[in-house]
T-cell receptor, first 114, second 117 residues
Framework: GQQLNQSPQSMFIQEGEDVSMNCTSSSIFNTWLWYKQDPGEGPVLLIALYKAGELTSNGRLTAQFGITRKDSFLNISASIPSDVGIYFCAGPITQMNRDDKIIFGKGTRLHILP | NAGVMQNPRHLVRRRGQEARLRCSPMKGHSHVYWYRQLPEEGLKFMVYLQKENIIDESGMPKERFSAEFPKEGPSILRIQQVVRGDSAAYFC???????????????FGAGTRLSVL
C-alpha cells in the first residue's frame, strides 16, 4: 500500500547546526504535513503545505512541497536543544467512497550532542 | 482553550482485563481519530469516527478492540481481554470541518500509555 519514507531515521548533530530531512512517496500527495513529537507527548503540527513548489517557514523551520508532489523537505536552522524529538511527515490518501486517510512516516529522530 | 484531552495518561492492566481510553476532541471538532504507536515506530491509524458513526475502522484489529463516539461525552477506545502485545501509546486526534483543506490537519492529544503486565 501507500507509504511515506522518511530519511534519515536518526540524526545526531551539534547545537547550532542546520538540519535537513525529507519524506518521499511513490504516490502523489496534495497536502504535506510536518509534525514534531516531544518525548512522552503527542505530535504537534509544525507546518502544512498545500501546493506543489510551496515553501513555508515557521520560525527556524522551513518546509517545501516538492514539485513532483511525491516528496517534501523540512529544514531546521541553527538547532537548539528543544529541537530534540521525532519529526513526522504525513499526508492524506484518497480512498474510494471514503474521506481521506492520513498516513504517517516512521519519523526522523533528532538528537543533539552535548 | 483546551486542546484534545485524553485520559488517563498512563494505564496499567493485567492480561485479560479491559482497558478503556477516553478522548475529548477540541471544541468545535466532530471528527475523531485513534492511532497506536509502538516504541520506535510511527503512528498507525486505527479508526475514524464522527458523532455516533464509525466512518473508517480499517485499522482496527478484528477482535477485542472497539470504538465509539456518542452524541454526548468523549470518544472511547475499548480493548477487551488485553494481552502484552497491546502495550503501546494510543493517541487520539481531532480535525475541523470536512470539505476544506483544513480537514486534513489533525490535532493530537498527549496520548494514553497502556502497559499490560
Amino acid at each position: 500500500g501507500q507509504q511515506l519514507n522518511q530519511s534519515p531515521q536518526s540524526m545526531f548533530i551539534q547545537e547550532g547546526e542546520d538540519v535537513s530531512m525529507n519524506c518521499t512517496s511513490s504516490s502523489i500527495f496534495n497536502t504535506w504535513l510536518w509534525y514534531k513529537q516531544d518525548p512522552g507527548e503527542g505530535p504537534v503540527l509544525l507546518i502544512a503545505l498545500y501546493k506543489a513548489g510551496e515553501l513555508t517557514s515557521n520560525g527556524r523551520l522551513t518546509a517545501q512541497f516538492g514539485i513532483t508532489r511525491k516528496d517534501s523537505f523540512l529544514n531546521i536552522s541553527a538547532s537548539i536543544p528543544s529541537d530534540v524529538g521525532i519529526y513526522f511527515c504525513a499526508g492524506p490518501i484518497t480512498q474510494m467512497n471514503r474521506d481521506d486517510k492520513i498516513i504517517f512516516g516512521k519519523g526522523t529522530r533528532l538528537h543533539i550532542l552535548p | 482553550n483546551a486542546g484534545v484531552m485524553q485520559n488517563p495518561r498512563h494505564l496499567v492492566r493485567r492480561r485479560g482485563q479491559e482497558a478503556r481510553l477516553r478522548c475529548s476532541p477540541m471544541k468545535g471538532h466532530s471528527h475523531v481519530y485513534w492511532y497506536r504507536q509502538l516504541p520506535e515506530e510511527g503512528l498507525k491509524f486505527m479508526v475514524y469516527l464522527q458523532k455516533e458513526n464509525i466512518i473508517d475502522e480499517s485499522g482496527m484489529p478484528k477482535e477485542r478492540f472497539s470504538a465509539e463516539f456518542p452524541k454526548e461525552g468523549p470518544s472511547i477506545l475499548r480493548i477487551q481481554q488485553v494481552v502484552r502485545g497491546d502495550s503501546a501509546a494510543y493517541f487520539c486526534a481531532s480535525s475541523p470541518v470536512v470539505g476544506t483543506l483544513a480537514k486534513n490537519i489533525q490535532y493530537f492529544g498527549a496520548g494514553t500509555r497502556l502497559s499490560v503486565l
